[in-house]
């Protein structure tokens, strides 16, 4: 439970930058583009230091590697509280996420390891009720903040719990699973770094050439990240023969998770990015405060966390294939209806497209980690994990990107470098934003599809240490 309610507190940092972004980028005077790392930043950080996770699991205790993430995290929300314009805040937000980014593969490979088959589905359901309740928490206290104090109040709030939960998981918490003496490949790191960094980096930049010349061409760092990737792949093709992989790929040979990793992505990809422009969509165009766009989320997000212990128990009995069929479909449809949006969009129409898309993510995300980590045996438990929150921090990180981008240039395109955030030619790029996000997450559904359960039967249980 303390791992589960220092998960929350996470979720809900991340989260909480959505509707404060409208208010810094005027208080700044940054533009969407650069707005947008706040977040991106955040989860590309997460995408790199995720796949340390397996190793960390293997290396540490829980208690010490759970100790080592509060601090790292609650020294980068001090540094955010602090920070006096929007570099350092961003690199509050950096460390922050380096914290944040052991305790999600943490809970997972906690789970994994430790319950039986026919309980794992109800565990990752209550894993899921986080992962639902802390968005609807998010919004609204950052709201609520911004309602009547500056952005600085979000971080100075969130201290007081970090330093709490720190103290009380060294003092309370059980250490479980086998520790192993094993090494960490530095260069996996560094190519990591440069793969994930230069796709990311290279999609945002794409955007800055609506408006001027970018500071570096976007195709360089897009070259860059493909040739991380392909050598980062080939390094633990290496590895993984010792061992030593900081992603053993051997996870992929396995149907069922490379399938579900699939629809994992395509759903990341379409939902984050969307995730973040509904805040400005509905500050910028529709003109609502920071309480009320806050206010907007919660009904779905309570009804998404109220389902996901339902979704976990019914993915137990009945298996998680057709759950998850019906939910990427029924996200899909949300998605579709934002084509809707425009200038004069009433309330209820954003109530109901949100609530219909909550309703569909609590069908995603409780039977993929179901099914993917399911699929795998004891000895690829953590690996599976760190891949998994890898590829969706940095599948959430590339389509906010992606979509932040074309948002940008369909914006341009429509009003002009000098009314590109009006709201005629703000809905005209978001039109073009929501349009990707569909497509792609319609081929999540296609892919749902033809992923099949072959669950693992673990032989070795946790041991304490």
């Known amino acids: 439970m303390l791992l589960l309610g220092s998960c929350f507190i996470a979720v809900v940092n991340e989260t909480v930058m959505g509707v404060a972004t409208a208010p810094l980028m005027r208080e700044m005077s940054i533009s969407a583009a650069q707005a947008q790392w706040l977040t991106t930043a955040y989860m590309l950080t997460m995408s790199v230091i995720i796949p340390m996770s397996g190793f960390l699991i293997r290396r540490l205790s829980t208690r010490t590697l759970f100790a080592a993430a509060m601090s790292v995290f609650t020294v980068g929300t001090l540094i955010a509280a602090l920070a006096p314009g929007f570099s350092i805040l961003l690199v509050g937000r950096v460390v922050q996420a380096a914290g944040t980014a052991v305790l999600s593969p943490l809970v997972m490979t906690t789970i994994a390891t430790v319950a039986p088959p026919g309980q794992r589905g109800r565990l990752m359901g209550y894993v899921s009720v986080v992962f639902a309740s802390a968005p609807a928490f998010g919004p609204v206290l950052s709201g609520l903040v911004l309602q009547w104090l500056n952005w600085r109040w979000l971080f100075v709030i969130m201290l007081p719990i970090a330093v709490l939960a720190l103290v009380v998981g060294v003092w309370l918490m059980p250490s479980v699973g086998v520790r192993r003496r094993v090494r960490i490949d530095a260069l996996s790191i560094v190519l990591a770094g440069f793969a994930f960094g230069g796709i990311v980096y290279g999609l945002s930049a794409v955007g800055s050439l609506a408006v001027g010349a970018p500071t570096l061409s976007p195709w360089i760092p897009l070259a860059v990240g493909g040739a991380g990737i392909v050598s980062f792949v080939w390094r633990q093709l290496v590895l993984q023969r010792e061992d030593r992989a900081l992603l053993d790929l051997r996870v992929f040979l396995r149907p069922t998770f490379a399938r579900s990793m699939i629809v994992f992505v395509a759903s990341s990809v379409s939902l984050f990015g969307v995730l973040f422009l509904l805040p400005l969509y509905a500050q910028n165009v529709l003109g609502f405060g920071p309480l009320v766009t806050g206010i907007i989320v919660l009904p779905g997000s309570i009804v998404s966390a109220a389902l996901a212990p339902v979704v976990g ?153």
């Open 313 to 465: 128990r019914l993915v137990d009995a009945r298996g998680g294939k057709w759950v998850l069929v019906a939910g990427t479909a029924i996200t899909a449809l949300s998605l579709w209806s934002m084509l809707l949006f425009g200038e004069h969009t009433h309330i209820a129409q954003l109530f109901a497209t949100n609530l219909l898309m909550n309703i569909g993510l609590a069908g995603v995300f409780t039977p993929i980690y179901a099914m993917a980590l399911g699929s795998l045996p004891a000895s690829l438990a953590s690996h599976g994990s760190a891949t998994l929150n890898t590829a969706q921090q940095l599948a959430a990180a590339a389509g906010t990107a992606l979509l932040v981008t074309l948002m940008t240039l369909f914006s341009v395109r429509h009003g002009g470098v000098q009314l590109a955030e009006s709201p005629a030619a703000m809905v005209a790029g978001l039109r073009v934003a929501f349009l990707t996000s569909s497509l792609i997450a319609t081929a999540g559904v296609i892919i749902a599809l033809f992923v099949r359960e072959t669950p693992v039967q673990r032989t070795a249980g946790a041991k304490p240490v």
